[in-house]
């Protein structure tokens, strides 16, 4: 993916970027203390603890452990190096037993000092605090056994006596209970001494110097809540890019032109910027309201390419400022307008905005545009045109006001443009079209362009219906609303009815969506949906009336107009489907076709403007 695209998808998910980002912030704010606290991990001091000479057998290490981990030592620290809470010296000490003979104290600060003090702080009051409990205990050991050695001293004296007074016969066999006596009464006297003696010294020592290191804090670790807080939105709003690249990748449905093209086999001949909320808000055609808008421009384009490679009747030059209205009926009788059916696969595809604007467009190239709303389930055309509700083509239709069409065309909020409404409907919506064909053929002498809405395509059948009314075909696409299978449904609903599809607009668009994939010189240009059953063939150019009669015509190239201009292979029918050259299309008329002309020089040079 291109870095244009990526920021394309980042635009598109820009909800999911905001949300991701204030979650982390909200998550961060909670588990974050008030206010800035002190990096007590920036330094970390060690130092070892192991008996002192000649203590190791009377010294448990485990003993020692539990000890060092108690409160006593904590709060006899925190009073040393000037610490209120006993509770903060303990979360900054960490005691280990390494080995059976050595402890290892870990501290930490915020400065080499104060880790360095806490660390000696903790050490001393571990070895005076264990001295004095071994001091104690040796002393309650002394005093029990002071007077174990006094009963074994009043024993002795008694074996003695009874030694003493004995025959010289008897006192072989008292020798051995004298001998014992005395033994004992040594053994526990050399054990006062000894306790005694290790009463006077410390049990433990510090084995070696503070070993003092400057930690790994950093940003992620500080306690600081607004670096905390910064941090948050960063890792929220990375995760928020990570989860949109990975929806867009997940996501099938159509954004780009070249994924258009391809899903529905069809040319992009217009693709329309995303409009704001507040383009949106605008209840009347972008080219009349803001003219010099992007999106305007880009209707005026899709009119540029419609009049370039439409029907030839489409073609046909403006009558300009002759605006007779003998002469007008006259021509219109002689060649009637053509009709372009606006379609979409789904709604919410800009269908009717598009509309509305292309009408527009076309009005000011002088043109009289006739705009027919077909669409009878949900009819919005009067709401963009500036024309209140009212009987249109439902009564038409329907047979209850068939002679008064005049009456119900309504001019609108633009120039040259007129509309008939939707109406008011009581019948079902897909009876109403079945006199279409004659309404139609009556509306082309109304006007020089028929524009017409329906339903969408694969909601309803009233589309398919009234497309064989129809000169062309334009299929209206909103960016991300269609599957590259309804996209594909849509194309084969339209090749069944053999109809030339101008080809497709694009709605909704973030930036240029691709590059055109064209054909080598020489090769077949773009086809409409008839193409996708296999080879076309080619047809005759299509008659129209006066403008140029049959024998005139026959004397050009199939698929080559007067002045060099060669029609599309979407815009070629055959010459026994036109019916005498008034425009209408009747049904069962054979599709599209295509003489390997490839894609029109105007056309190609239209788009690149």
Known sequence: MEPANHFTVLRRYWRLLVGCTLAALVV????????????????????????????????RADQVLSYAQGADVAAATAKAVGIADASEVIARRTVTADSPQMLTIATTGPTKQSCSDLATAYSAAIIKGYSDESARSAAETIKKLQAQADTQ???????????????????PKL?????????????TLTTISKLANSAQTDAIQQWGSIDARQGTSNLLSSPSRSVRLVLAVVLGLALGVVAALMLSRMDTKLRSRNAVEEAFNLPVIGEVPHLSRRQRRVREPLVRGRPSDPAAEAYRSLRS?????????????????????????????????????????????????????LAAALAETGREVLVLDCDFRHPQLHTHLGVGDGPGMAELLSGERLGELDDLVRPTNVD????????????YPAALVLRAGEVLRRARRHADVIL?????????????????????????VR???????????????????GVPVAGVALLGTYGPSGGRRRA????????GPAGRGGAQSAAPPRQTGPAGSAADRGSERPGELGGGRTTPSWARRPAEAEGGGNGHRPAGATGATDDGQGEPALLREAEER
């Open 153 to 171: 001293q009043q024993q002795l004296n008694e074996i003695q006596a009874q030694f003493n007074r004995s025959s010289a016969a008897d006192q």
């Open 28 to 59: 961060g704010w909670l588990l974050t203390p008030t206010g800035d606290t002190v990096d007590n991990a920036k330094w970390k001091c060690k130092v070892a603890i192991t008996p002192v000479a000649g203590a190791g057998d009377t010294v």
């Open 305 to 357: 390419t419609l009049l370039l490679t439409g029907p030839d009747t489409l073609a046909r030059p403006a009558g300009g400022e002759d605006r007779d209205p003998a002469r007008t009926a006259s021509r219109r009788l002689a060649e009637p307008a053509p009709v372009v059916l606006v379609a979409s696969g789904g709604s919410r595809d800009g269908r009717t905005i598009t509309i509305a604007n």
């Open 175 to 187: 020798q051995p209970k004298l001998t014992a006596a005395a033994t004992s009464l040594t053994t």
């Open 452 to 476: 017409v809405d329906t339903s969408p395509l694969l909601h309803a059948n009233d589309a398919y219906d009234l497309v064989q009314h129809a000169d062309a075909v334009l299929v209206t």
């Open 416 to 427: 040259g443009v007129s509309l008939i409404t939707g109406g008011n409907t009581t019948a």
């Open 479 to 497: 960016s991300g609303n269609v599957t590259p299978e309804q996209a594909d449904r849509v194309a084969e609903l339209l090749s069944r009815t």
């Open 520 to 527: 080598p010189a020489g090769g077949s240009g773009a086809s």
